[in-house]
């Protein structure tokens, strides 16, 4: 099964359009879990992540830096397995926002899709078609190429004009209508603006957008579904992480979490047009 259809339908058996971000850090942790080994702290607070919220949600997405930051990318490996044996129907993106030449995108795509056996990756387009065709060639995994991104530094370059053209636009027309040769590409847009994640969905028509900045970032979730949503009441990955990992810092935090979850995905629901 691809990425893409195994995205489709986790929106459809879920009933869900959140994915899960997962980003943990140690001074976060739950109380209990803080004297662990950080690998087995990590493993188990993800574990526990994932358990309580598979549920409500139609991906998860551990952020790589968090888990190399601290030497702990064994549980991560460990994570995206438990995650893909329990919860096959789910697909994990690894957040690692890859960008470099050809022949060390290779190795990235490797990283990604061998190593970790995600399901999907995301990558950074700003040197060109080139670094990501070594993604591309796994053509059942998915690729996620960052467009308008959530931080405000983003429109730095995201928002210069090439012509009359925010860059932004270029990056999501290319995307859409050269590089989805196979059909495996999805786009990051933030919530944080609204008005293009609008302008980015009348140039790609149905293709997946991930939406992080829900949450703590302060994103509008009407206003971002209303932009983002396909005419089918899908289309979007809205993520959340830290308001629903951190929901609670004691030995409840699982439980905590499954009802912000749920909390989000109804919110979610409830502003879909089908």
Partial sequence: MTFISQLQNA????????????????????????????????????????????????????????????????????????????????????????????????????????????????????????????????????????????????SDLQFLQVGETPLYQIVAHKVAHEWNTTGQCALVVGATFPNEIKEVREIVGDMPLLIPGIGAQGGDLAATMHAGQTKAGTGVMINSSRAIIYASSGENFAQAAAKIAEDTQLAINALRMV
């Fill in 11 to 154: 929106w459809q058996s879920n009933n869900s359009l959140l994915c899960v971000g997962l980003d943990p850090t140690p001074e976060k942790l739950p109380l209990h879990l803080r004297e662990q080994p950080i690998e087995r702290a990590f493993a188990e607070f993800c574990i526990g992540i994932i358990d309580a919220t598979a549920p409500y949600a139609c991906a998860f997405k551990p952020q790589i830096a968090y888990f190399a930051a601290h030497r702990a990318e064994a549980a991560l490996e460990t994570i995206i397995q438990y995650s893909r044996t329990h919860y096959p129907h789910i697909p994990v993106i690894l957040d690692a926002k890859r960008g470099d030449i050809g022949s060390t995108a290779e190795q990235y795509a490797i990283e990604a899709f061998e190593r970790y056996q995600a399901d999907a990756v995301t990558v950074n387009p700003y040197m060109g078609f080139d670094s990501v065709q070594p993604y591309l060639n796994y053509t059942d995994k998915g690729v996620i190429i960052l467009c308008r991104t959530s931080n405000a530094g983003g």
